[in-house]
Structure formats: structure tokens, C-alpha cells
């Protein structure tokens, strides 16, 4: 008897487990403009698994609800990939990584005391539980960072360089509103400074549906 019922347990168990890695990573809430996956035009609706790749145009934009409740909006001329999306039976977010090659993209995170939320740049990669924040990878692969709410460690990706200066700081953490940082992989990390209200405006804009 104690068999079966232990047999049952791990059937249980198993299938949860199957069940949360087949869910969808994200699906699409709202598309301007041209945005694509794997060349495909994205429509409302659209599921989006681990490995999908986005892409948006000049007008571009797209807006994402993830299986943990977060909300993403990736800008005009952007590149995402959705590297990994985990959450657990209560959806609760185990990890989430995400690679901006370029552009621009705001997210809304939702509170975790344990699960992990890590967006990867070329140039550097920012670490979250729960906030509301923007990345942007600009034309010379650049990484600009400002936080709306909560707190953002943003690490720059450095290379080894022969520079006579000392280097920034590589690690930089955002812990007040509008606080922002620009990192590059040969200097580092510039130190927390609140971004003006225009340069917010003129961010958020890129983002809105309105």
C-alpha cells in the first residue's frame, strides 16, 4: 500500500513539474506596429515559449504578461530573447533571464522573495526581486539603467583593458526613484544619479500605447 500511495506522490509530482515547464513564458497583450517572432508578425494572444526571440521595427512596440504576473514592454528597434521563464505550480517565478541586444525595455517585475529576475545586455546585466524599471542598449552598445519603484544591482560585463585611469565602479546598486546609471564594458558603471524629467518622459513615451 505504502507503494502505491508513494508511487502516486511522485506521479503527482512529475506531472506539476511537466505541467510548469510546458506553460508559456509570456503571452502578448497588446502589438504597434511591426513586431515579430522567428519572422512572424506577433497578434494579441500570441504564446511565447523559452528561446523565442522578439524583434520590433522603427514604430515598434509589444506588451507581455508572464506566467508570474510580470509585465514587459520591449520599445521601437529592439532585440529580446526570452532565455529562460520558470514558475512553479502557484506561479510563483522560480528564475527568469532575459538577453536585450538592443533597445529599449520596461518592465513592471512582480515581488518574489525567492525567485530571480536577471536581464543580460551586452555590456552588462541587472538583478531584480520586484520593481519597475527600464533598460536600454543604445547604438554603442551602451547600457542605461533607471529604476521607477523598488530596487535594481546593475554589473557591468568588463573586459580586461590597459587604461591609465581607474575604472567605475562595476557593480552599481539603484535603490531611489528615477535613480539611473549608464555602464560600458571598458569603464564600468557610472555612479547613481536621478535621471531628469524629460529624459523619463521622453523613456516612457517609447513605451506607452496610448
Same mark, same amino acid.
Given at each position: 500500500?505504502?507503494?502505491?500511495?508513494?508511487? $502516486?506522490?511522485?506521479?503527482?509530482?512529475?506531472?506539476?513539474?511537466?505541467?510548469?515547464?510546458?506553460?508559456?513564458?509570456? @503571452?502578448?497583450?497588446?502589438?504597434?506596429?511591426?513586431?515579430?517572432?522567428?519572422?512572424?508578425?506577433?497578434?494579441? &494572444? =500570441?504564446?511565447? =515559449?523559452?528561446?523565442?526571440?522578439? *524583434?520590433? &521595427?522603427?514604430?515598434?512596440?509589444?506588451?507581455?504578461?508572464?506566467? =508570474?504576473?510580470?509585465?514587459?514592454?520591449?520599445?521601437?528597434?529592439?532585440?529580446?530573447?526570452? +532565455? *529562460?521563464?520558470?514558475?512553479?505550480?502557484?506561479?510563483?517565478?522560480?528564475?527568469?533571464?532575459?538577453?536585450? @541586444?538592443?533597445?529599449?525595455?520596461?518592465?513592471?517585475?512582480?515581488?518574489?522573495?525567492? &525567485?530571480?529576475? @536577471?536581464?543580460?545586455?551586452?555590456?552588462?546585466?541587472?538583478?531584480?526581486?520586484?520593481?519597475?524599471?527600464?533598460?536600454?542598449?543604445?547604438? +554603442?552598445?551602451?547600457?542605461?539603467?533607471?529604476?521607477?519603484?523598488?530596487?535594481?544591482?546593475?554589473?557591468?560585463?568588463?573586459?580586461?583593458?590597459?587604461?591609465?585611469?581607474?575604472?567605475?565602479?562595476?557593480?552599481?546598486?539603484?535603490?531611489?526613484?528615477?535613480?539611473?546609471? *549608464?555602464?560600458?564594458?571598458?569603464?564600468?558603471?557610472?555612479?547613481?544619479?536621478?535621471?531628469?524629467? @524629460?529624459?523619463? *518622459? $521622453?523613456?516612457? =513615451?517609447?513605451?506607452?500605447?496610448?
Amino acid at each position: 500500500m505504502g507503494t502505491v500511495v508513494g508511487h $502516486s506522490v511522485c506521479l503527482a509530482a512529475l506531472l506539476a513539474c511537466l505541467s510548469a515547464s510546458a506553460a508559456p513564458a509570456c @503571452e502578448v497583450m497588446a502589438v504597434r506596429g511591426q513586431a515579430t517572432a522567428a519572422g512572424r508578425g506577433l497578434v494579441q &494572444g =500570441d504564446k511565447l =515559449d523559452e528561446g523565442t526571440v522578439l *524583434k520590433t &521595427g522603427a514604430q515598434g512596440r509589444v506588451r507581455l504578461r508572464c506566467g =508570474d504576473g510580470s509585465t514587459l514592454v520591449l520599445g521601437d528597434n529592439s532585440s529580446l530573447t526570452l +532565455e *529562460k521563464f520558470e514558475v512553479g505550480p502557484d506561479d510563483k517565478r522560480i528564475a527568469a533571464k532575459l538577453l536585450l @541586444e538592443s533597445g529599449l525595455l520596461g518592465q513592471k517585475v512582480a515581488a518574489s522573495t525567492a &525567485g530571480s529576475w @536577471e536581464v543580460r545586455t551586452p555590456t552588462a546585466v541587472t538583478a531584480v526581486r520586484g520593481t519597475e524599471f527600464v533598460v536600454e542598449v543604445n547604438a +554603442e552598445q551602451l547600457t542605461e539603467v533607471n529604476v521607477q519603484s523598488g530596487q535594481v544591482d546593475v554589473e557591468a560585463l568588463l573586459v580586461p583593458t590597459r587604461a591609465l585611469h581607474p575604472r567605475k565602479p562595476s557593480r552599481v546598486s539603484l535603490d531611489s526613484p528615477k535613480a539611473g546609471t *549608464k555602464c560600458s564594458q571598458f569603464t564600468g558603471c557610472t555612479e547613481s544619479a536621478a535621471w531628469s524629467a @524629460e529624459r523619463i *518622459k $521622453s523613456t516612457q =513615451d517609447r513605451l506607452s500605447f496610448d
